[in-house]
């Protein structure tokens, strides 16, 4: 007998809310037909929305939230004045245990803010990350944080180490992933000063983490690790300008098949290559980025995607509820804080 | 008339040296038939590939360098004991004046260091700064810091807007760039403090400088901005994920067009747009990058390059020479200097 999972969705948060989030439901419990949701947001506009007596209607309970978070709401305002709204009341279910996780495309600023004070951080954890994973030339690689820190010190690069390695193990299925540290050269005298103590911190540690040391940009697309830890502002700059490389590539490779008659007819003929290579770089396939480091699973999926790319980031929130994510961290995390107060009392 | 110009080339340096420097030397010399060379290497290594009565024969002068400068050398270590290497005697003949310039496709951190002694950098200038071009959307832009400087301060920054204004004029030909400083959000409010103070100094400044504000990394690719203005370390991790996602993506493009019969005769048939889109995005075309702000040109080429990317490297030099590079960022950062003192005096 499998027990049912519940996921909280908040169902106004993105740009084609809140449409995308039911299509993007009905596109999940088609891959989790156990799945069960509790879909936050105006009452009117959901019922309207899903089909009574649909496989949703069936596996779905609407609960009413009068107010929506504004995609440009700062922080603290809607920290403040958003208590009734979808975004909030989601949240508020994970805390309440009405629901494992909650799925947003809304506003990240905001979703962030909330989550940490309904939902705090784990003992142990100074600051929550933000984590998603990405195609490589080996497979799969996770990357954290992409920007929920803009300034980290050693102590949190090193706890993003230990929640990036718990992640993928529980979102990609690796067994020991390797670990590196974004810097701007392997050898160990490069870069900031927090980088290399962290990376000092890493390699002395005795948890059962697989640290590579050093690596470059260029390593992320390479997949030289599994895992890449950096802080918030490095990890967002890498992110978007990696997208913006793709774009471009894309905008490139369209013009170059445009260029000639002969060129056309082989990009007719290439249609299922092309398509391919579309489908192995698509952005929606790589939706959900998860906030670590929190007392619950938040998953925040992109705000401009399709029902495709939130079907997917439903799927990262699954895959963290049903590997106990929240458990294995803690675990984790107390034997890198008993490692640390022992190393302290041994200096004594 | 045209008066010749001079440029010293480091020959040793480069995973190919000598023979791909010579080889560079000679398509610059098709390209620009009135330039002259200073050659630095081992005097019999390069007579021997250098043809009697060639082009280049007339219009290059060997000087014998005993040392090389290994690529994995510390620039402190090669800096003390680099006195006879080809090298630092390239960069000695831009102090003399022998060269009106240097290109070197050795070791990055020990040329920084030898021209920053040699040369010392330009009044008004603290810190020397990477810069290179690389294409987007709209055509090619400018980047700076690329890794020269781990850790910059708001006027590091504002320094490096003015320097990257003037290299874009020289290079790209722009009568008027606009400039962006790299952060994690356009909001004003957003990414680390000296970032946010050097916006306010570059929007309050009387330089003519067409300030943008702040860009993201997938700006980069799109070309939002032509000078794009960050730290060492950022900029070089952005950069080389840059070239990290273009490969994953011609890899990804390669491995498609082998998946089916069909796909494979549209590749075949496709061959000019991919050469096209090939052309486009070859890194040797972009190679030369400007070590920026030192009293005398200093072009590093990439240490993989073949002789056309050298020679992509010399022209770069070339360009700056005949711009009068040198004098103009002179002018600008004389111009910053007085403003920021007046500024001073007004406030007293």
Redesign the interface.
Known sequence: MTAHLTLSLDAMGGDKAPEMVIRGAELALERFPDLRFLIFGRDEELNALIVPGSKLANAAEIRHAPDVVGSDAKAAVALRGGRASSMRLAIDSVRSGDASGVVSAGNTGALMAMAKFVLHTLPGIDRPAIASFF???RGESVMLDL?AN??CDAENLVQFAVMGDIFARAVLGLERPTIGL?N?GVEGQ???EHIRRAAAMLRESQTPLDFRGFV???????GTVDVIV?D???G??????????????G???RE??K??L??R??????????R??RS??DPRRYNGAMFLGLNGIVVKSHGGTDAFGFANAIGVAVDLCRQGFIERIKGEIQKLTLEAENQKAAAI
Request: hydrophobic share 40%; charged share 15%.
């Open positions: 195609p490589t030339q920007g803009i300034e974004l701007v490069k870069g900031h470059e940009g260029d390593d992320i697309g390479a950096t918030g502002f490095t967002n700059v890498a992110l978007k300008t990696a997208e913006g490389t793709a774009k471009l590539i905008l490139f490779l170059s098949f260029s000639s002969l060129s007819i082989g990009y007719l003929l290439s249609q299922p290559a092309i391919r290579l192995r770089v």
